[in-house]
């Protein structure tokens, strides 16, 4: 009897290890499957293309359509907003886990929760391939050129009309601030500002250091001195930028501006719209990155983690997402030199929702999220 209870106790375990994916894992990579099938047969840029001239359809004006455009997609991928942030904590629960193993067996690691089924590690798939489907598809869409060339119907559903040619709102006007006069500080007032500027710096770090065995008990205090730290070591992230573009700025301060409106053919290619989609690239670039930054910061200090290791890291890191910042704004500069400014239209909307998230979706999930709790 005991022998049989052996040999089923190892059949179990034989069982257990050639057991491959879970439920979970299954259903998920099913469906990833059928997305791709869908994507790769040019399902997901008719969709947008439906989607577009659907609005312009209502609304007449292809400006207006293209942001809306862009409200969409936010409001469409809202759920996967929500999920991400109750799996937040176990995510960066796994994502500890990488870091405490070996670069080697990191993919391995991967790859046993992928099979284990672990629910923020599948959904951290998920929606990283929903997303990049998403943009790519959206950016393929305004390569078609539709406003020089009919687009062949093939790309929009049944249901949606096709729209009478040529297209109508293609002129997008903008507020802008145009500076009509500058003065130029002398060199030597120059000197004497960053002078100034170094000294108080030093001064402060200087009167840390000897009043801080009497005021390190003090949370105020100590709290005004993080947030000193805090802007120190993100200006100081880029310092040299910093540098040059005061120089720039004391030499032509503005003295004297007006607004006035410019156009934009979104028929047509636009190097200020191009180069307003690569500004845009880069300060949306480091605000995520400073984001992401400032909550590994807090995380790290509740972790107990010393503050001068805190500081290094943080002050590496956002050199490094300043450096791929700039890279993103001179590959934006390059790509959109290549289409109409209306995929510039598209960028610059979902980089101004992606701004201001903060103060609308963000403020929305935690809201929800606190009433799950």
Wanted: aromatic residues 16%.
């Amino acid at each position: 009897m005991e022998q049989n209870n052996y040999k089923l106790s190892s059949i179990g375990k034989i069982d257990n290890r050639t057991k491959i994916l879970s439920w979970s894992t299954t259903l998920i990579l099913l469906i990833l499957i059928v997305v791709i099938v869908w994507f790769a047969r040019g399902g997901s840029i008719r969709f947008y293309a439906s989607l577009y001239f659907g609005l312009y359809d209502l609304t007449s004006l292809s400006w207006l359509s293209i942001v809306l455009v862009g409200v969409a997609q936010t409001i469409i991928f809202l759920p996967f907003r929500f999920i991400s942030a109750r799996l937040h904590p176990d995510l960066k629960e796994f994502e500890n886990e990488i870091d405490r193993t070996k670069t080697d067996n990191q993919y391995i690691l991967f790859q046993e929760k992928i099979k284990q089924g672990k629910s923020s590690v599948l959904f951290y798939m998920f929606n990283f391939i929903m997303l990049g489907i998403a943009f790519f598809s959206v950016g393929r869409f305004f390569f078609l050129d539709f406003y020089n060339h009919k687009i062949d119907p093939k790309y929009l559903y049944h249901f949606i009309p096709y729209p009478t040619y040529p297209i109508k709102g293609t002129i997008f006007n903008f507020p802008f601030i145009k500076i009509t006069e500058t003065i130029a500080l002398n060199w030597k007032t120059i000197f004497s500002f960053w002078v100034i500027v170094l000294i108080v710096l030093f001064a402060l770090r200087l009167l840390w250091k000897i009043l801080r065995k009497f005021l390190t008990k003090n949370k105020s205090i100590l709290n005004f001195r993080i947030s000193y730290n805090k802007i120190l070591i993100f200006v100081g992230s880029f310092t040299g930028t910093l540098f040059i573009f005061s120089l720039f700025f004391l030499r032509h301060i503005p003295s004297s501006f007006e607004i006035i409106t410019l156009s934009a053919d979104l028929a047509k290619q636009n190097i200020g719209f191009n180069i307003i989609t690569a500004l845009g690239s880069f300060l949306a670039a480091v605000f995520s990155g400073f984001k992401y930054q400032r909550e590994a910061s807090k995380e790290a200090r509740l972790s107990g983690i010393p503050e001068n290791i805190i500081s290094k890291v943080f002050k590496t890191n956002m050199g490094i997402t300043l450096r791929n910042g700039v890279f993103l704004a001179l590959f934006a500069l390059w790509i959109t030199r290549l289409m109409p400014c209306s995929h510039d239209l598209s960028v610059i909307t979902f980089i101004v929702l992606s701004l201001t998230s903060p103060l609308t979706v963000d403020l929305l999930i935690k809201k929800v999220n606190k009433k799950h709790v």
